[in-house]
């Protein structure tokens, strides 16, 4: 079975970064409560100048370079976000326009903090299926520009960035990604939502306070996350006969420290598998796995045959996890 091959990786921050003790001064919280809470101590975030599409194109050429892969030669561009510059075209399209990608077909992906795992679980259908040979998967956010900066439950919380994987096409078996899990459940769509100016109910209509800013639930999402991220590891690794010692390395959606411990715990993995970069750039939605994994990429950590997964988890609610030997 042909299968996806990452062979670049790229990512991008912000210029601008915020501590917990910039924070300090503006909200009635302390950095000792951040960091034991989230393990979060600064974050990175967009300018006024700057644009979600320019920081997912920084992303992308570091990936395509790494590759030596040109922008002409891509079938396809995915990219998971909910923060476009505009509510439409696609950031996608915007990433083809700036890359001259002219030969892709270019769209987005909208499942929030688990974009990336979604986007990449798109292209790799197409990969599987000989319709697309080299791929472009992005995750990029920009939530800050969500947040009500007053609310201390939720400023801490967040940050900005960009992270991207270039893809080939790979006849190897059960080498590259191969293997994707997705779930949902819609029931849980206010735990973690963002209205918009206009948004309404859904079930009735009347449209909904506080449009400007994201709303979530904290508590409720926490417990949601630890369970699903342990089940959807669980599921990934049964559909592949796998046990859990074979996973060498665990990128985890960076939202809180205490998560990924709690799932390492529940899995009974020790915590030096999970790679995690939350104390310096908090959650960066979408972006949040693939910025950890070209850190990581670029560290060399990652040796022939390892076995990485991917598992994230967000609004929607919408988790889902990637298995990939590299
Ligand atoms: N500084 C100081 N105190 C704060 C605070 C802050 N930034 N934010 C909340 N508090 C207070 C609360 O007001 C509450 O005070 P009270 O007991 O007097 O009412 C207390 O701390 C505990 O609040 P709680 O919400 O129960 O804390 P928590 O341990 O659940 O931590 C989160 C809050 C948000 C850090 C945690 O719930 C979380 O990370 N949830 C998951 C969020 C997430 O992952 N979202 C995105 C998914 S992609």
Redesign the pocket.
């Known amino acids: 079975m042909i299968t996806a091959k990452i062979v670049g990786t790229g990512s991008w921050l912000p210029k601008k970064t915020v501590t917990n003790a910039d924070?300090e001064k503006v909200?009635?919280?302390?950095d000792e409560?951040?960091v034991s809470?989230?393990g979060i101590r600064q974050r990175h975030v967009i300018g006024e100048q700057e644009t979600v599409s320019n920081m997912a194109t920084y992303a992308a050429q570091r990936a395509l370079s790494m590759a030596g892969i040109k922008a002409q030669d891509l079938d396809l561009i995915v990219v998971g976000t909910v923060t476009g510059d505009v509510e439409f075209p696609a950031v996608a399209c915007l990433v083809q326009g700036n890359l001259g990608a002219s030969r892709a077909f270019a769209y987005d992906v909208r499942a929030?903090?688990s974009g990336f795992v979604f986007a990449l679980s798109n292209a790799l259908a197409y990969h599987q299926c000989g319709r697309v040979k080299r791929s472009l998967v992005i995750g990029v956010d920009a939530l800050t520009r969500t947040l009500d900066w007053t609310d201390?439950?939720?400023?801490?919380?967040f940050g900005d960035g960009a992270g991207a994987a270039v893809l080939v096409s790979d006849e190897e078996e059960g080498h590259g990604v191969f293997s994707t899990h997705l779930r949902s459940d819609g029931a849980l769509w206010d735990l973690?939502y963002y209205p918009g100016e206009e948004g309404r109910h859904p079930c009735s209509g009347v449209k909904l306070e506080g449009g400007r800013f994201l709303r979530?639930c904290?508590?409720k999402?926490?417990k949601v996350?630890v369970s699903e991220l342990a089940n959807i590891t669980l599921e990934a690794l049964a559909a592949n006969h796998m046990g859990i010692d074979e996973i060498t390395w665990v990128i985890p959606?960076q939202?809180?420290r205490?998560?990924i411990d709690a799932v390492g715990k529940r899995l009974g993995m020790p915590a030096e598998k999970f790679l995690v970069n939350i104390d310096r750039v908090a959650?960066t939605?979408a972006a949040s796995i693939p910025i950890m994994l070209d850190e990581a990429n670029r560290q060399q950590k990652f040796a022939s045959g390892d076995v990485l997964l991917l598992c994230a988890?967000?609004?929607g609610l919408a988790w889902g996890a990637a298995l990939i030997r590299w």
Do not use: P, Q, Y
Not at 152 to 157: G, N, P, Y
């Open positions: 924070l909200l009635d919280t302390s409560w951040i809470r989230t929030v903090c201390r439950s939720v400023a801490i919380l973690i979530m904290g508590n999402t926490f996350a959606h939202a809180n205490r998560i959650n939605s988890f967000g609004s």
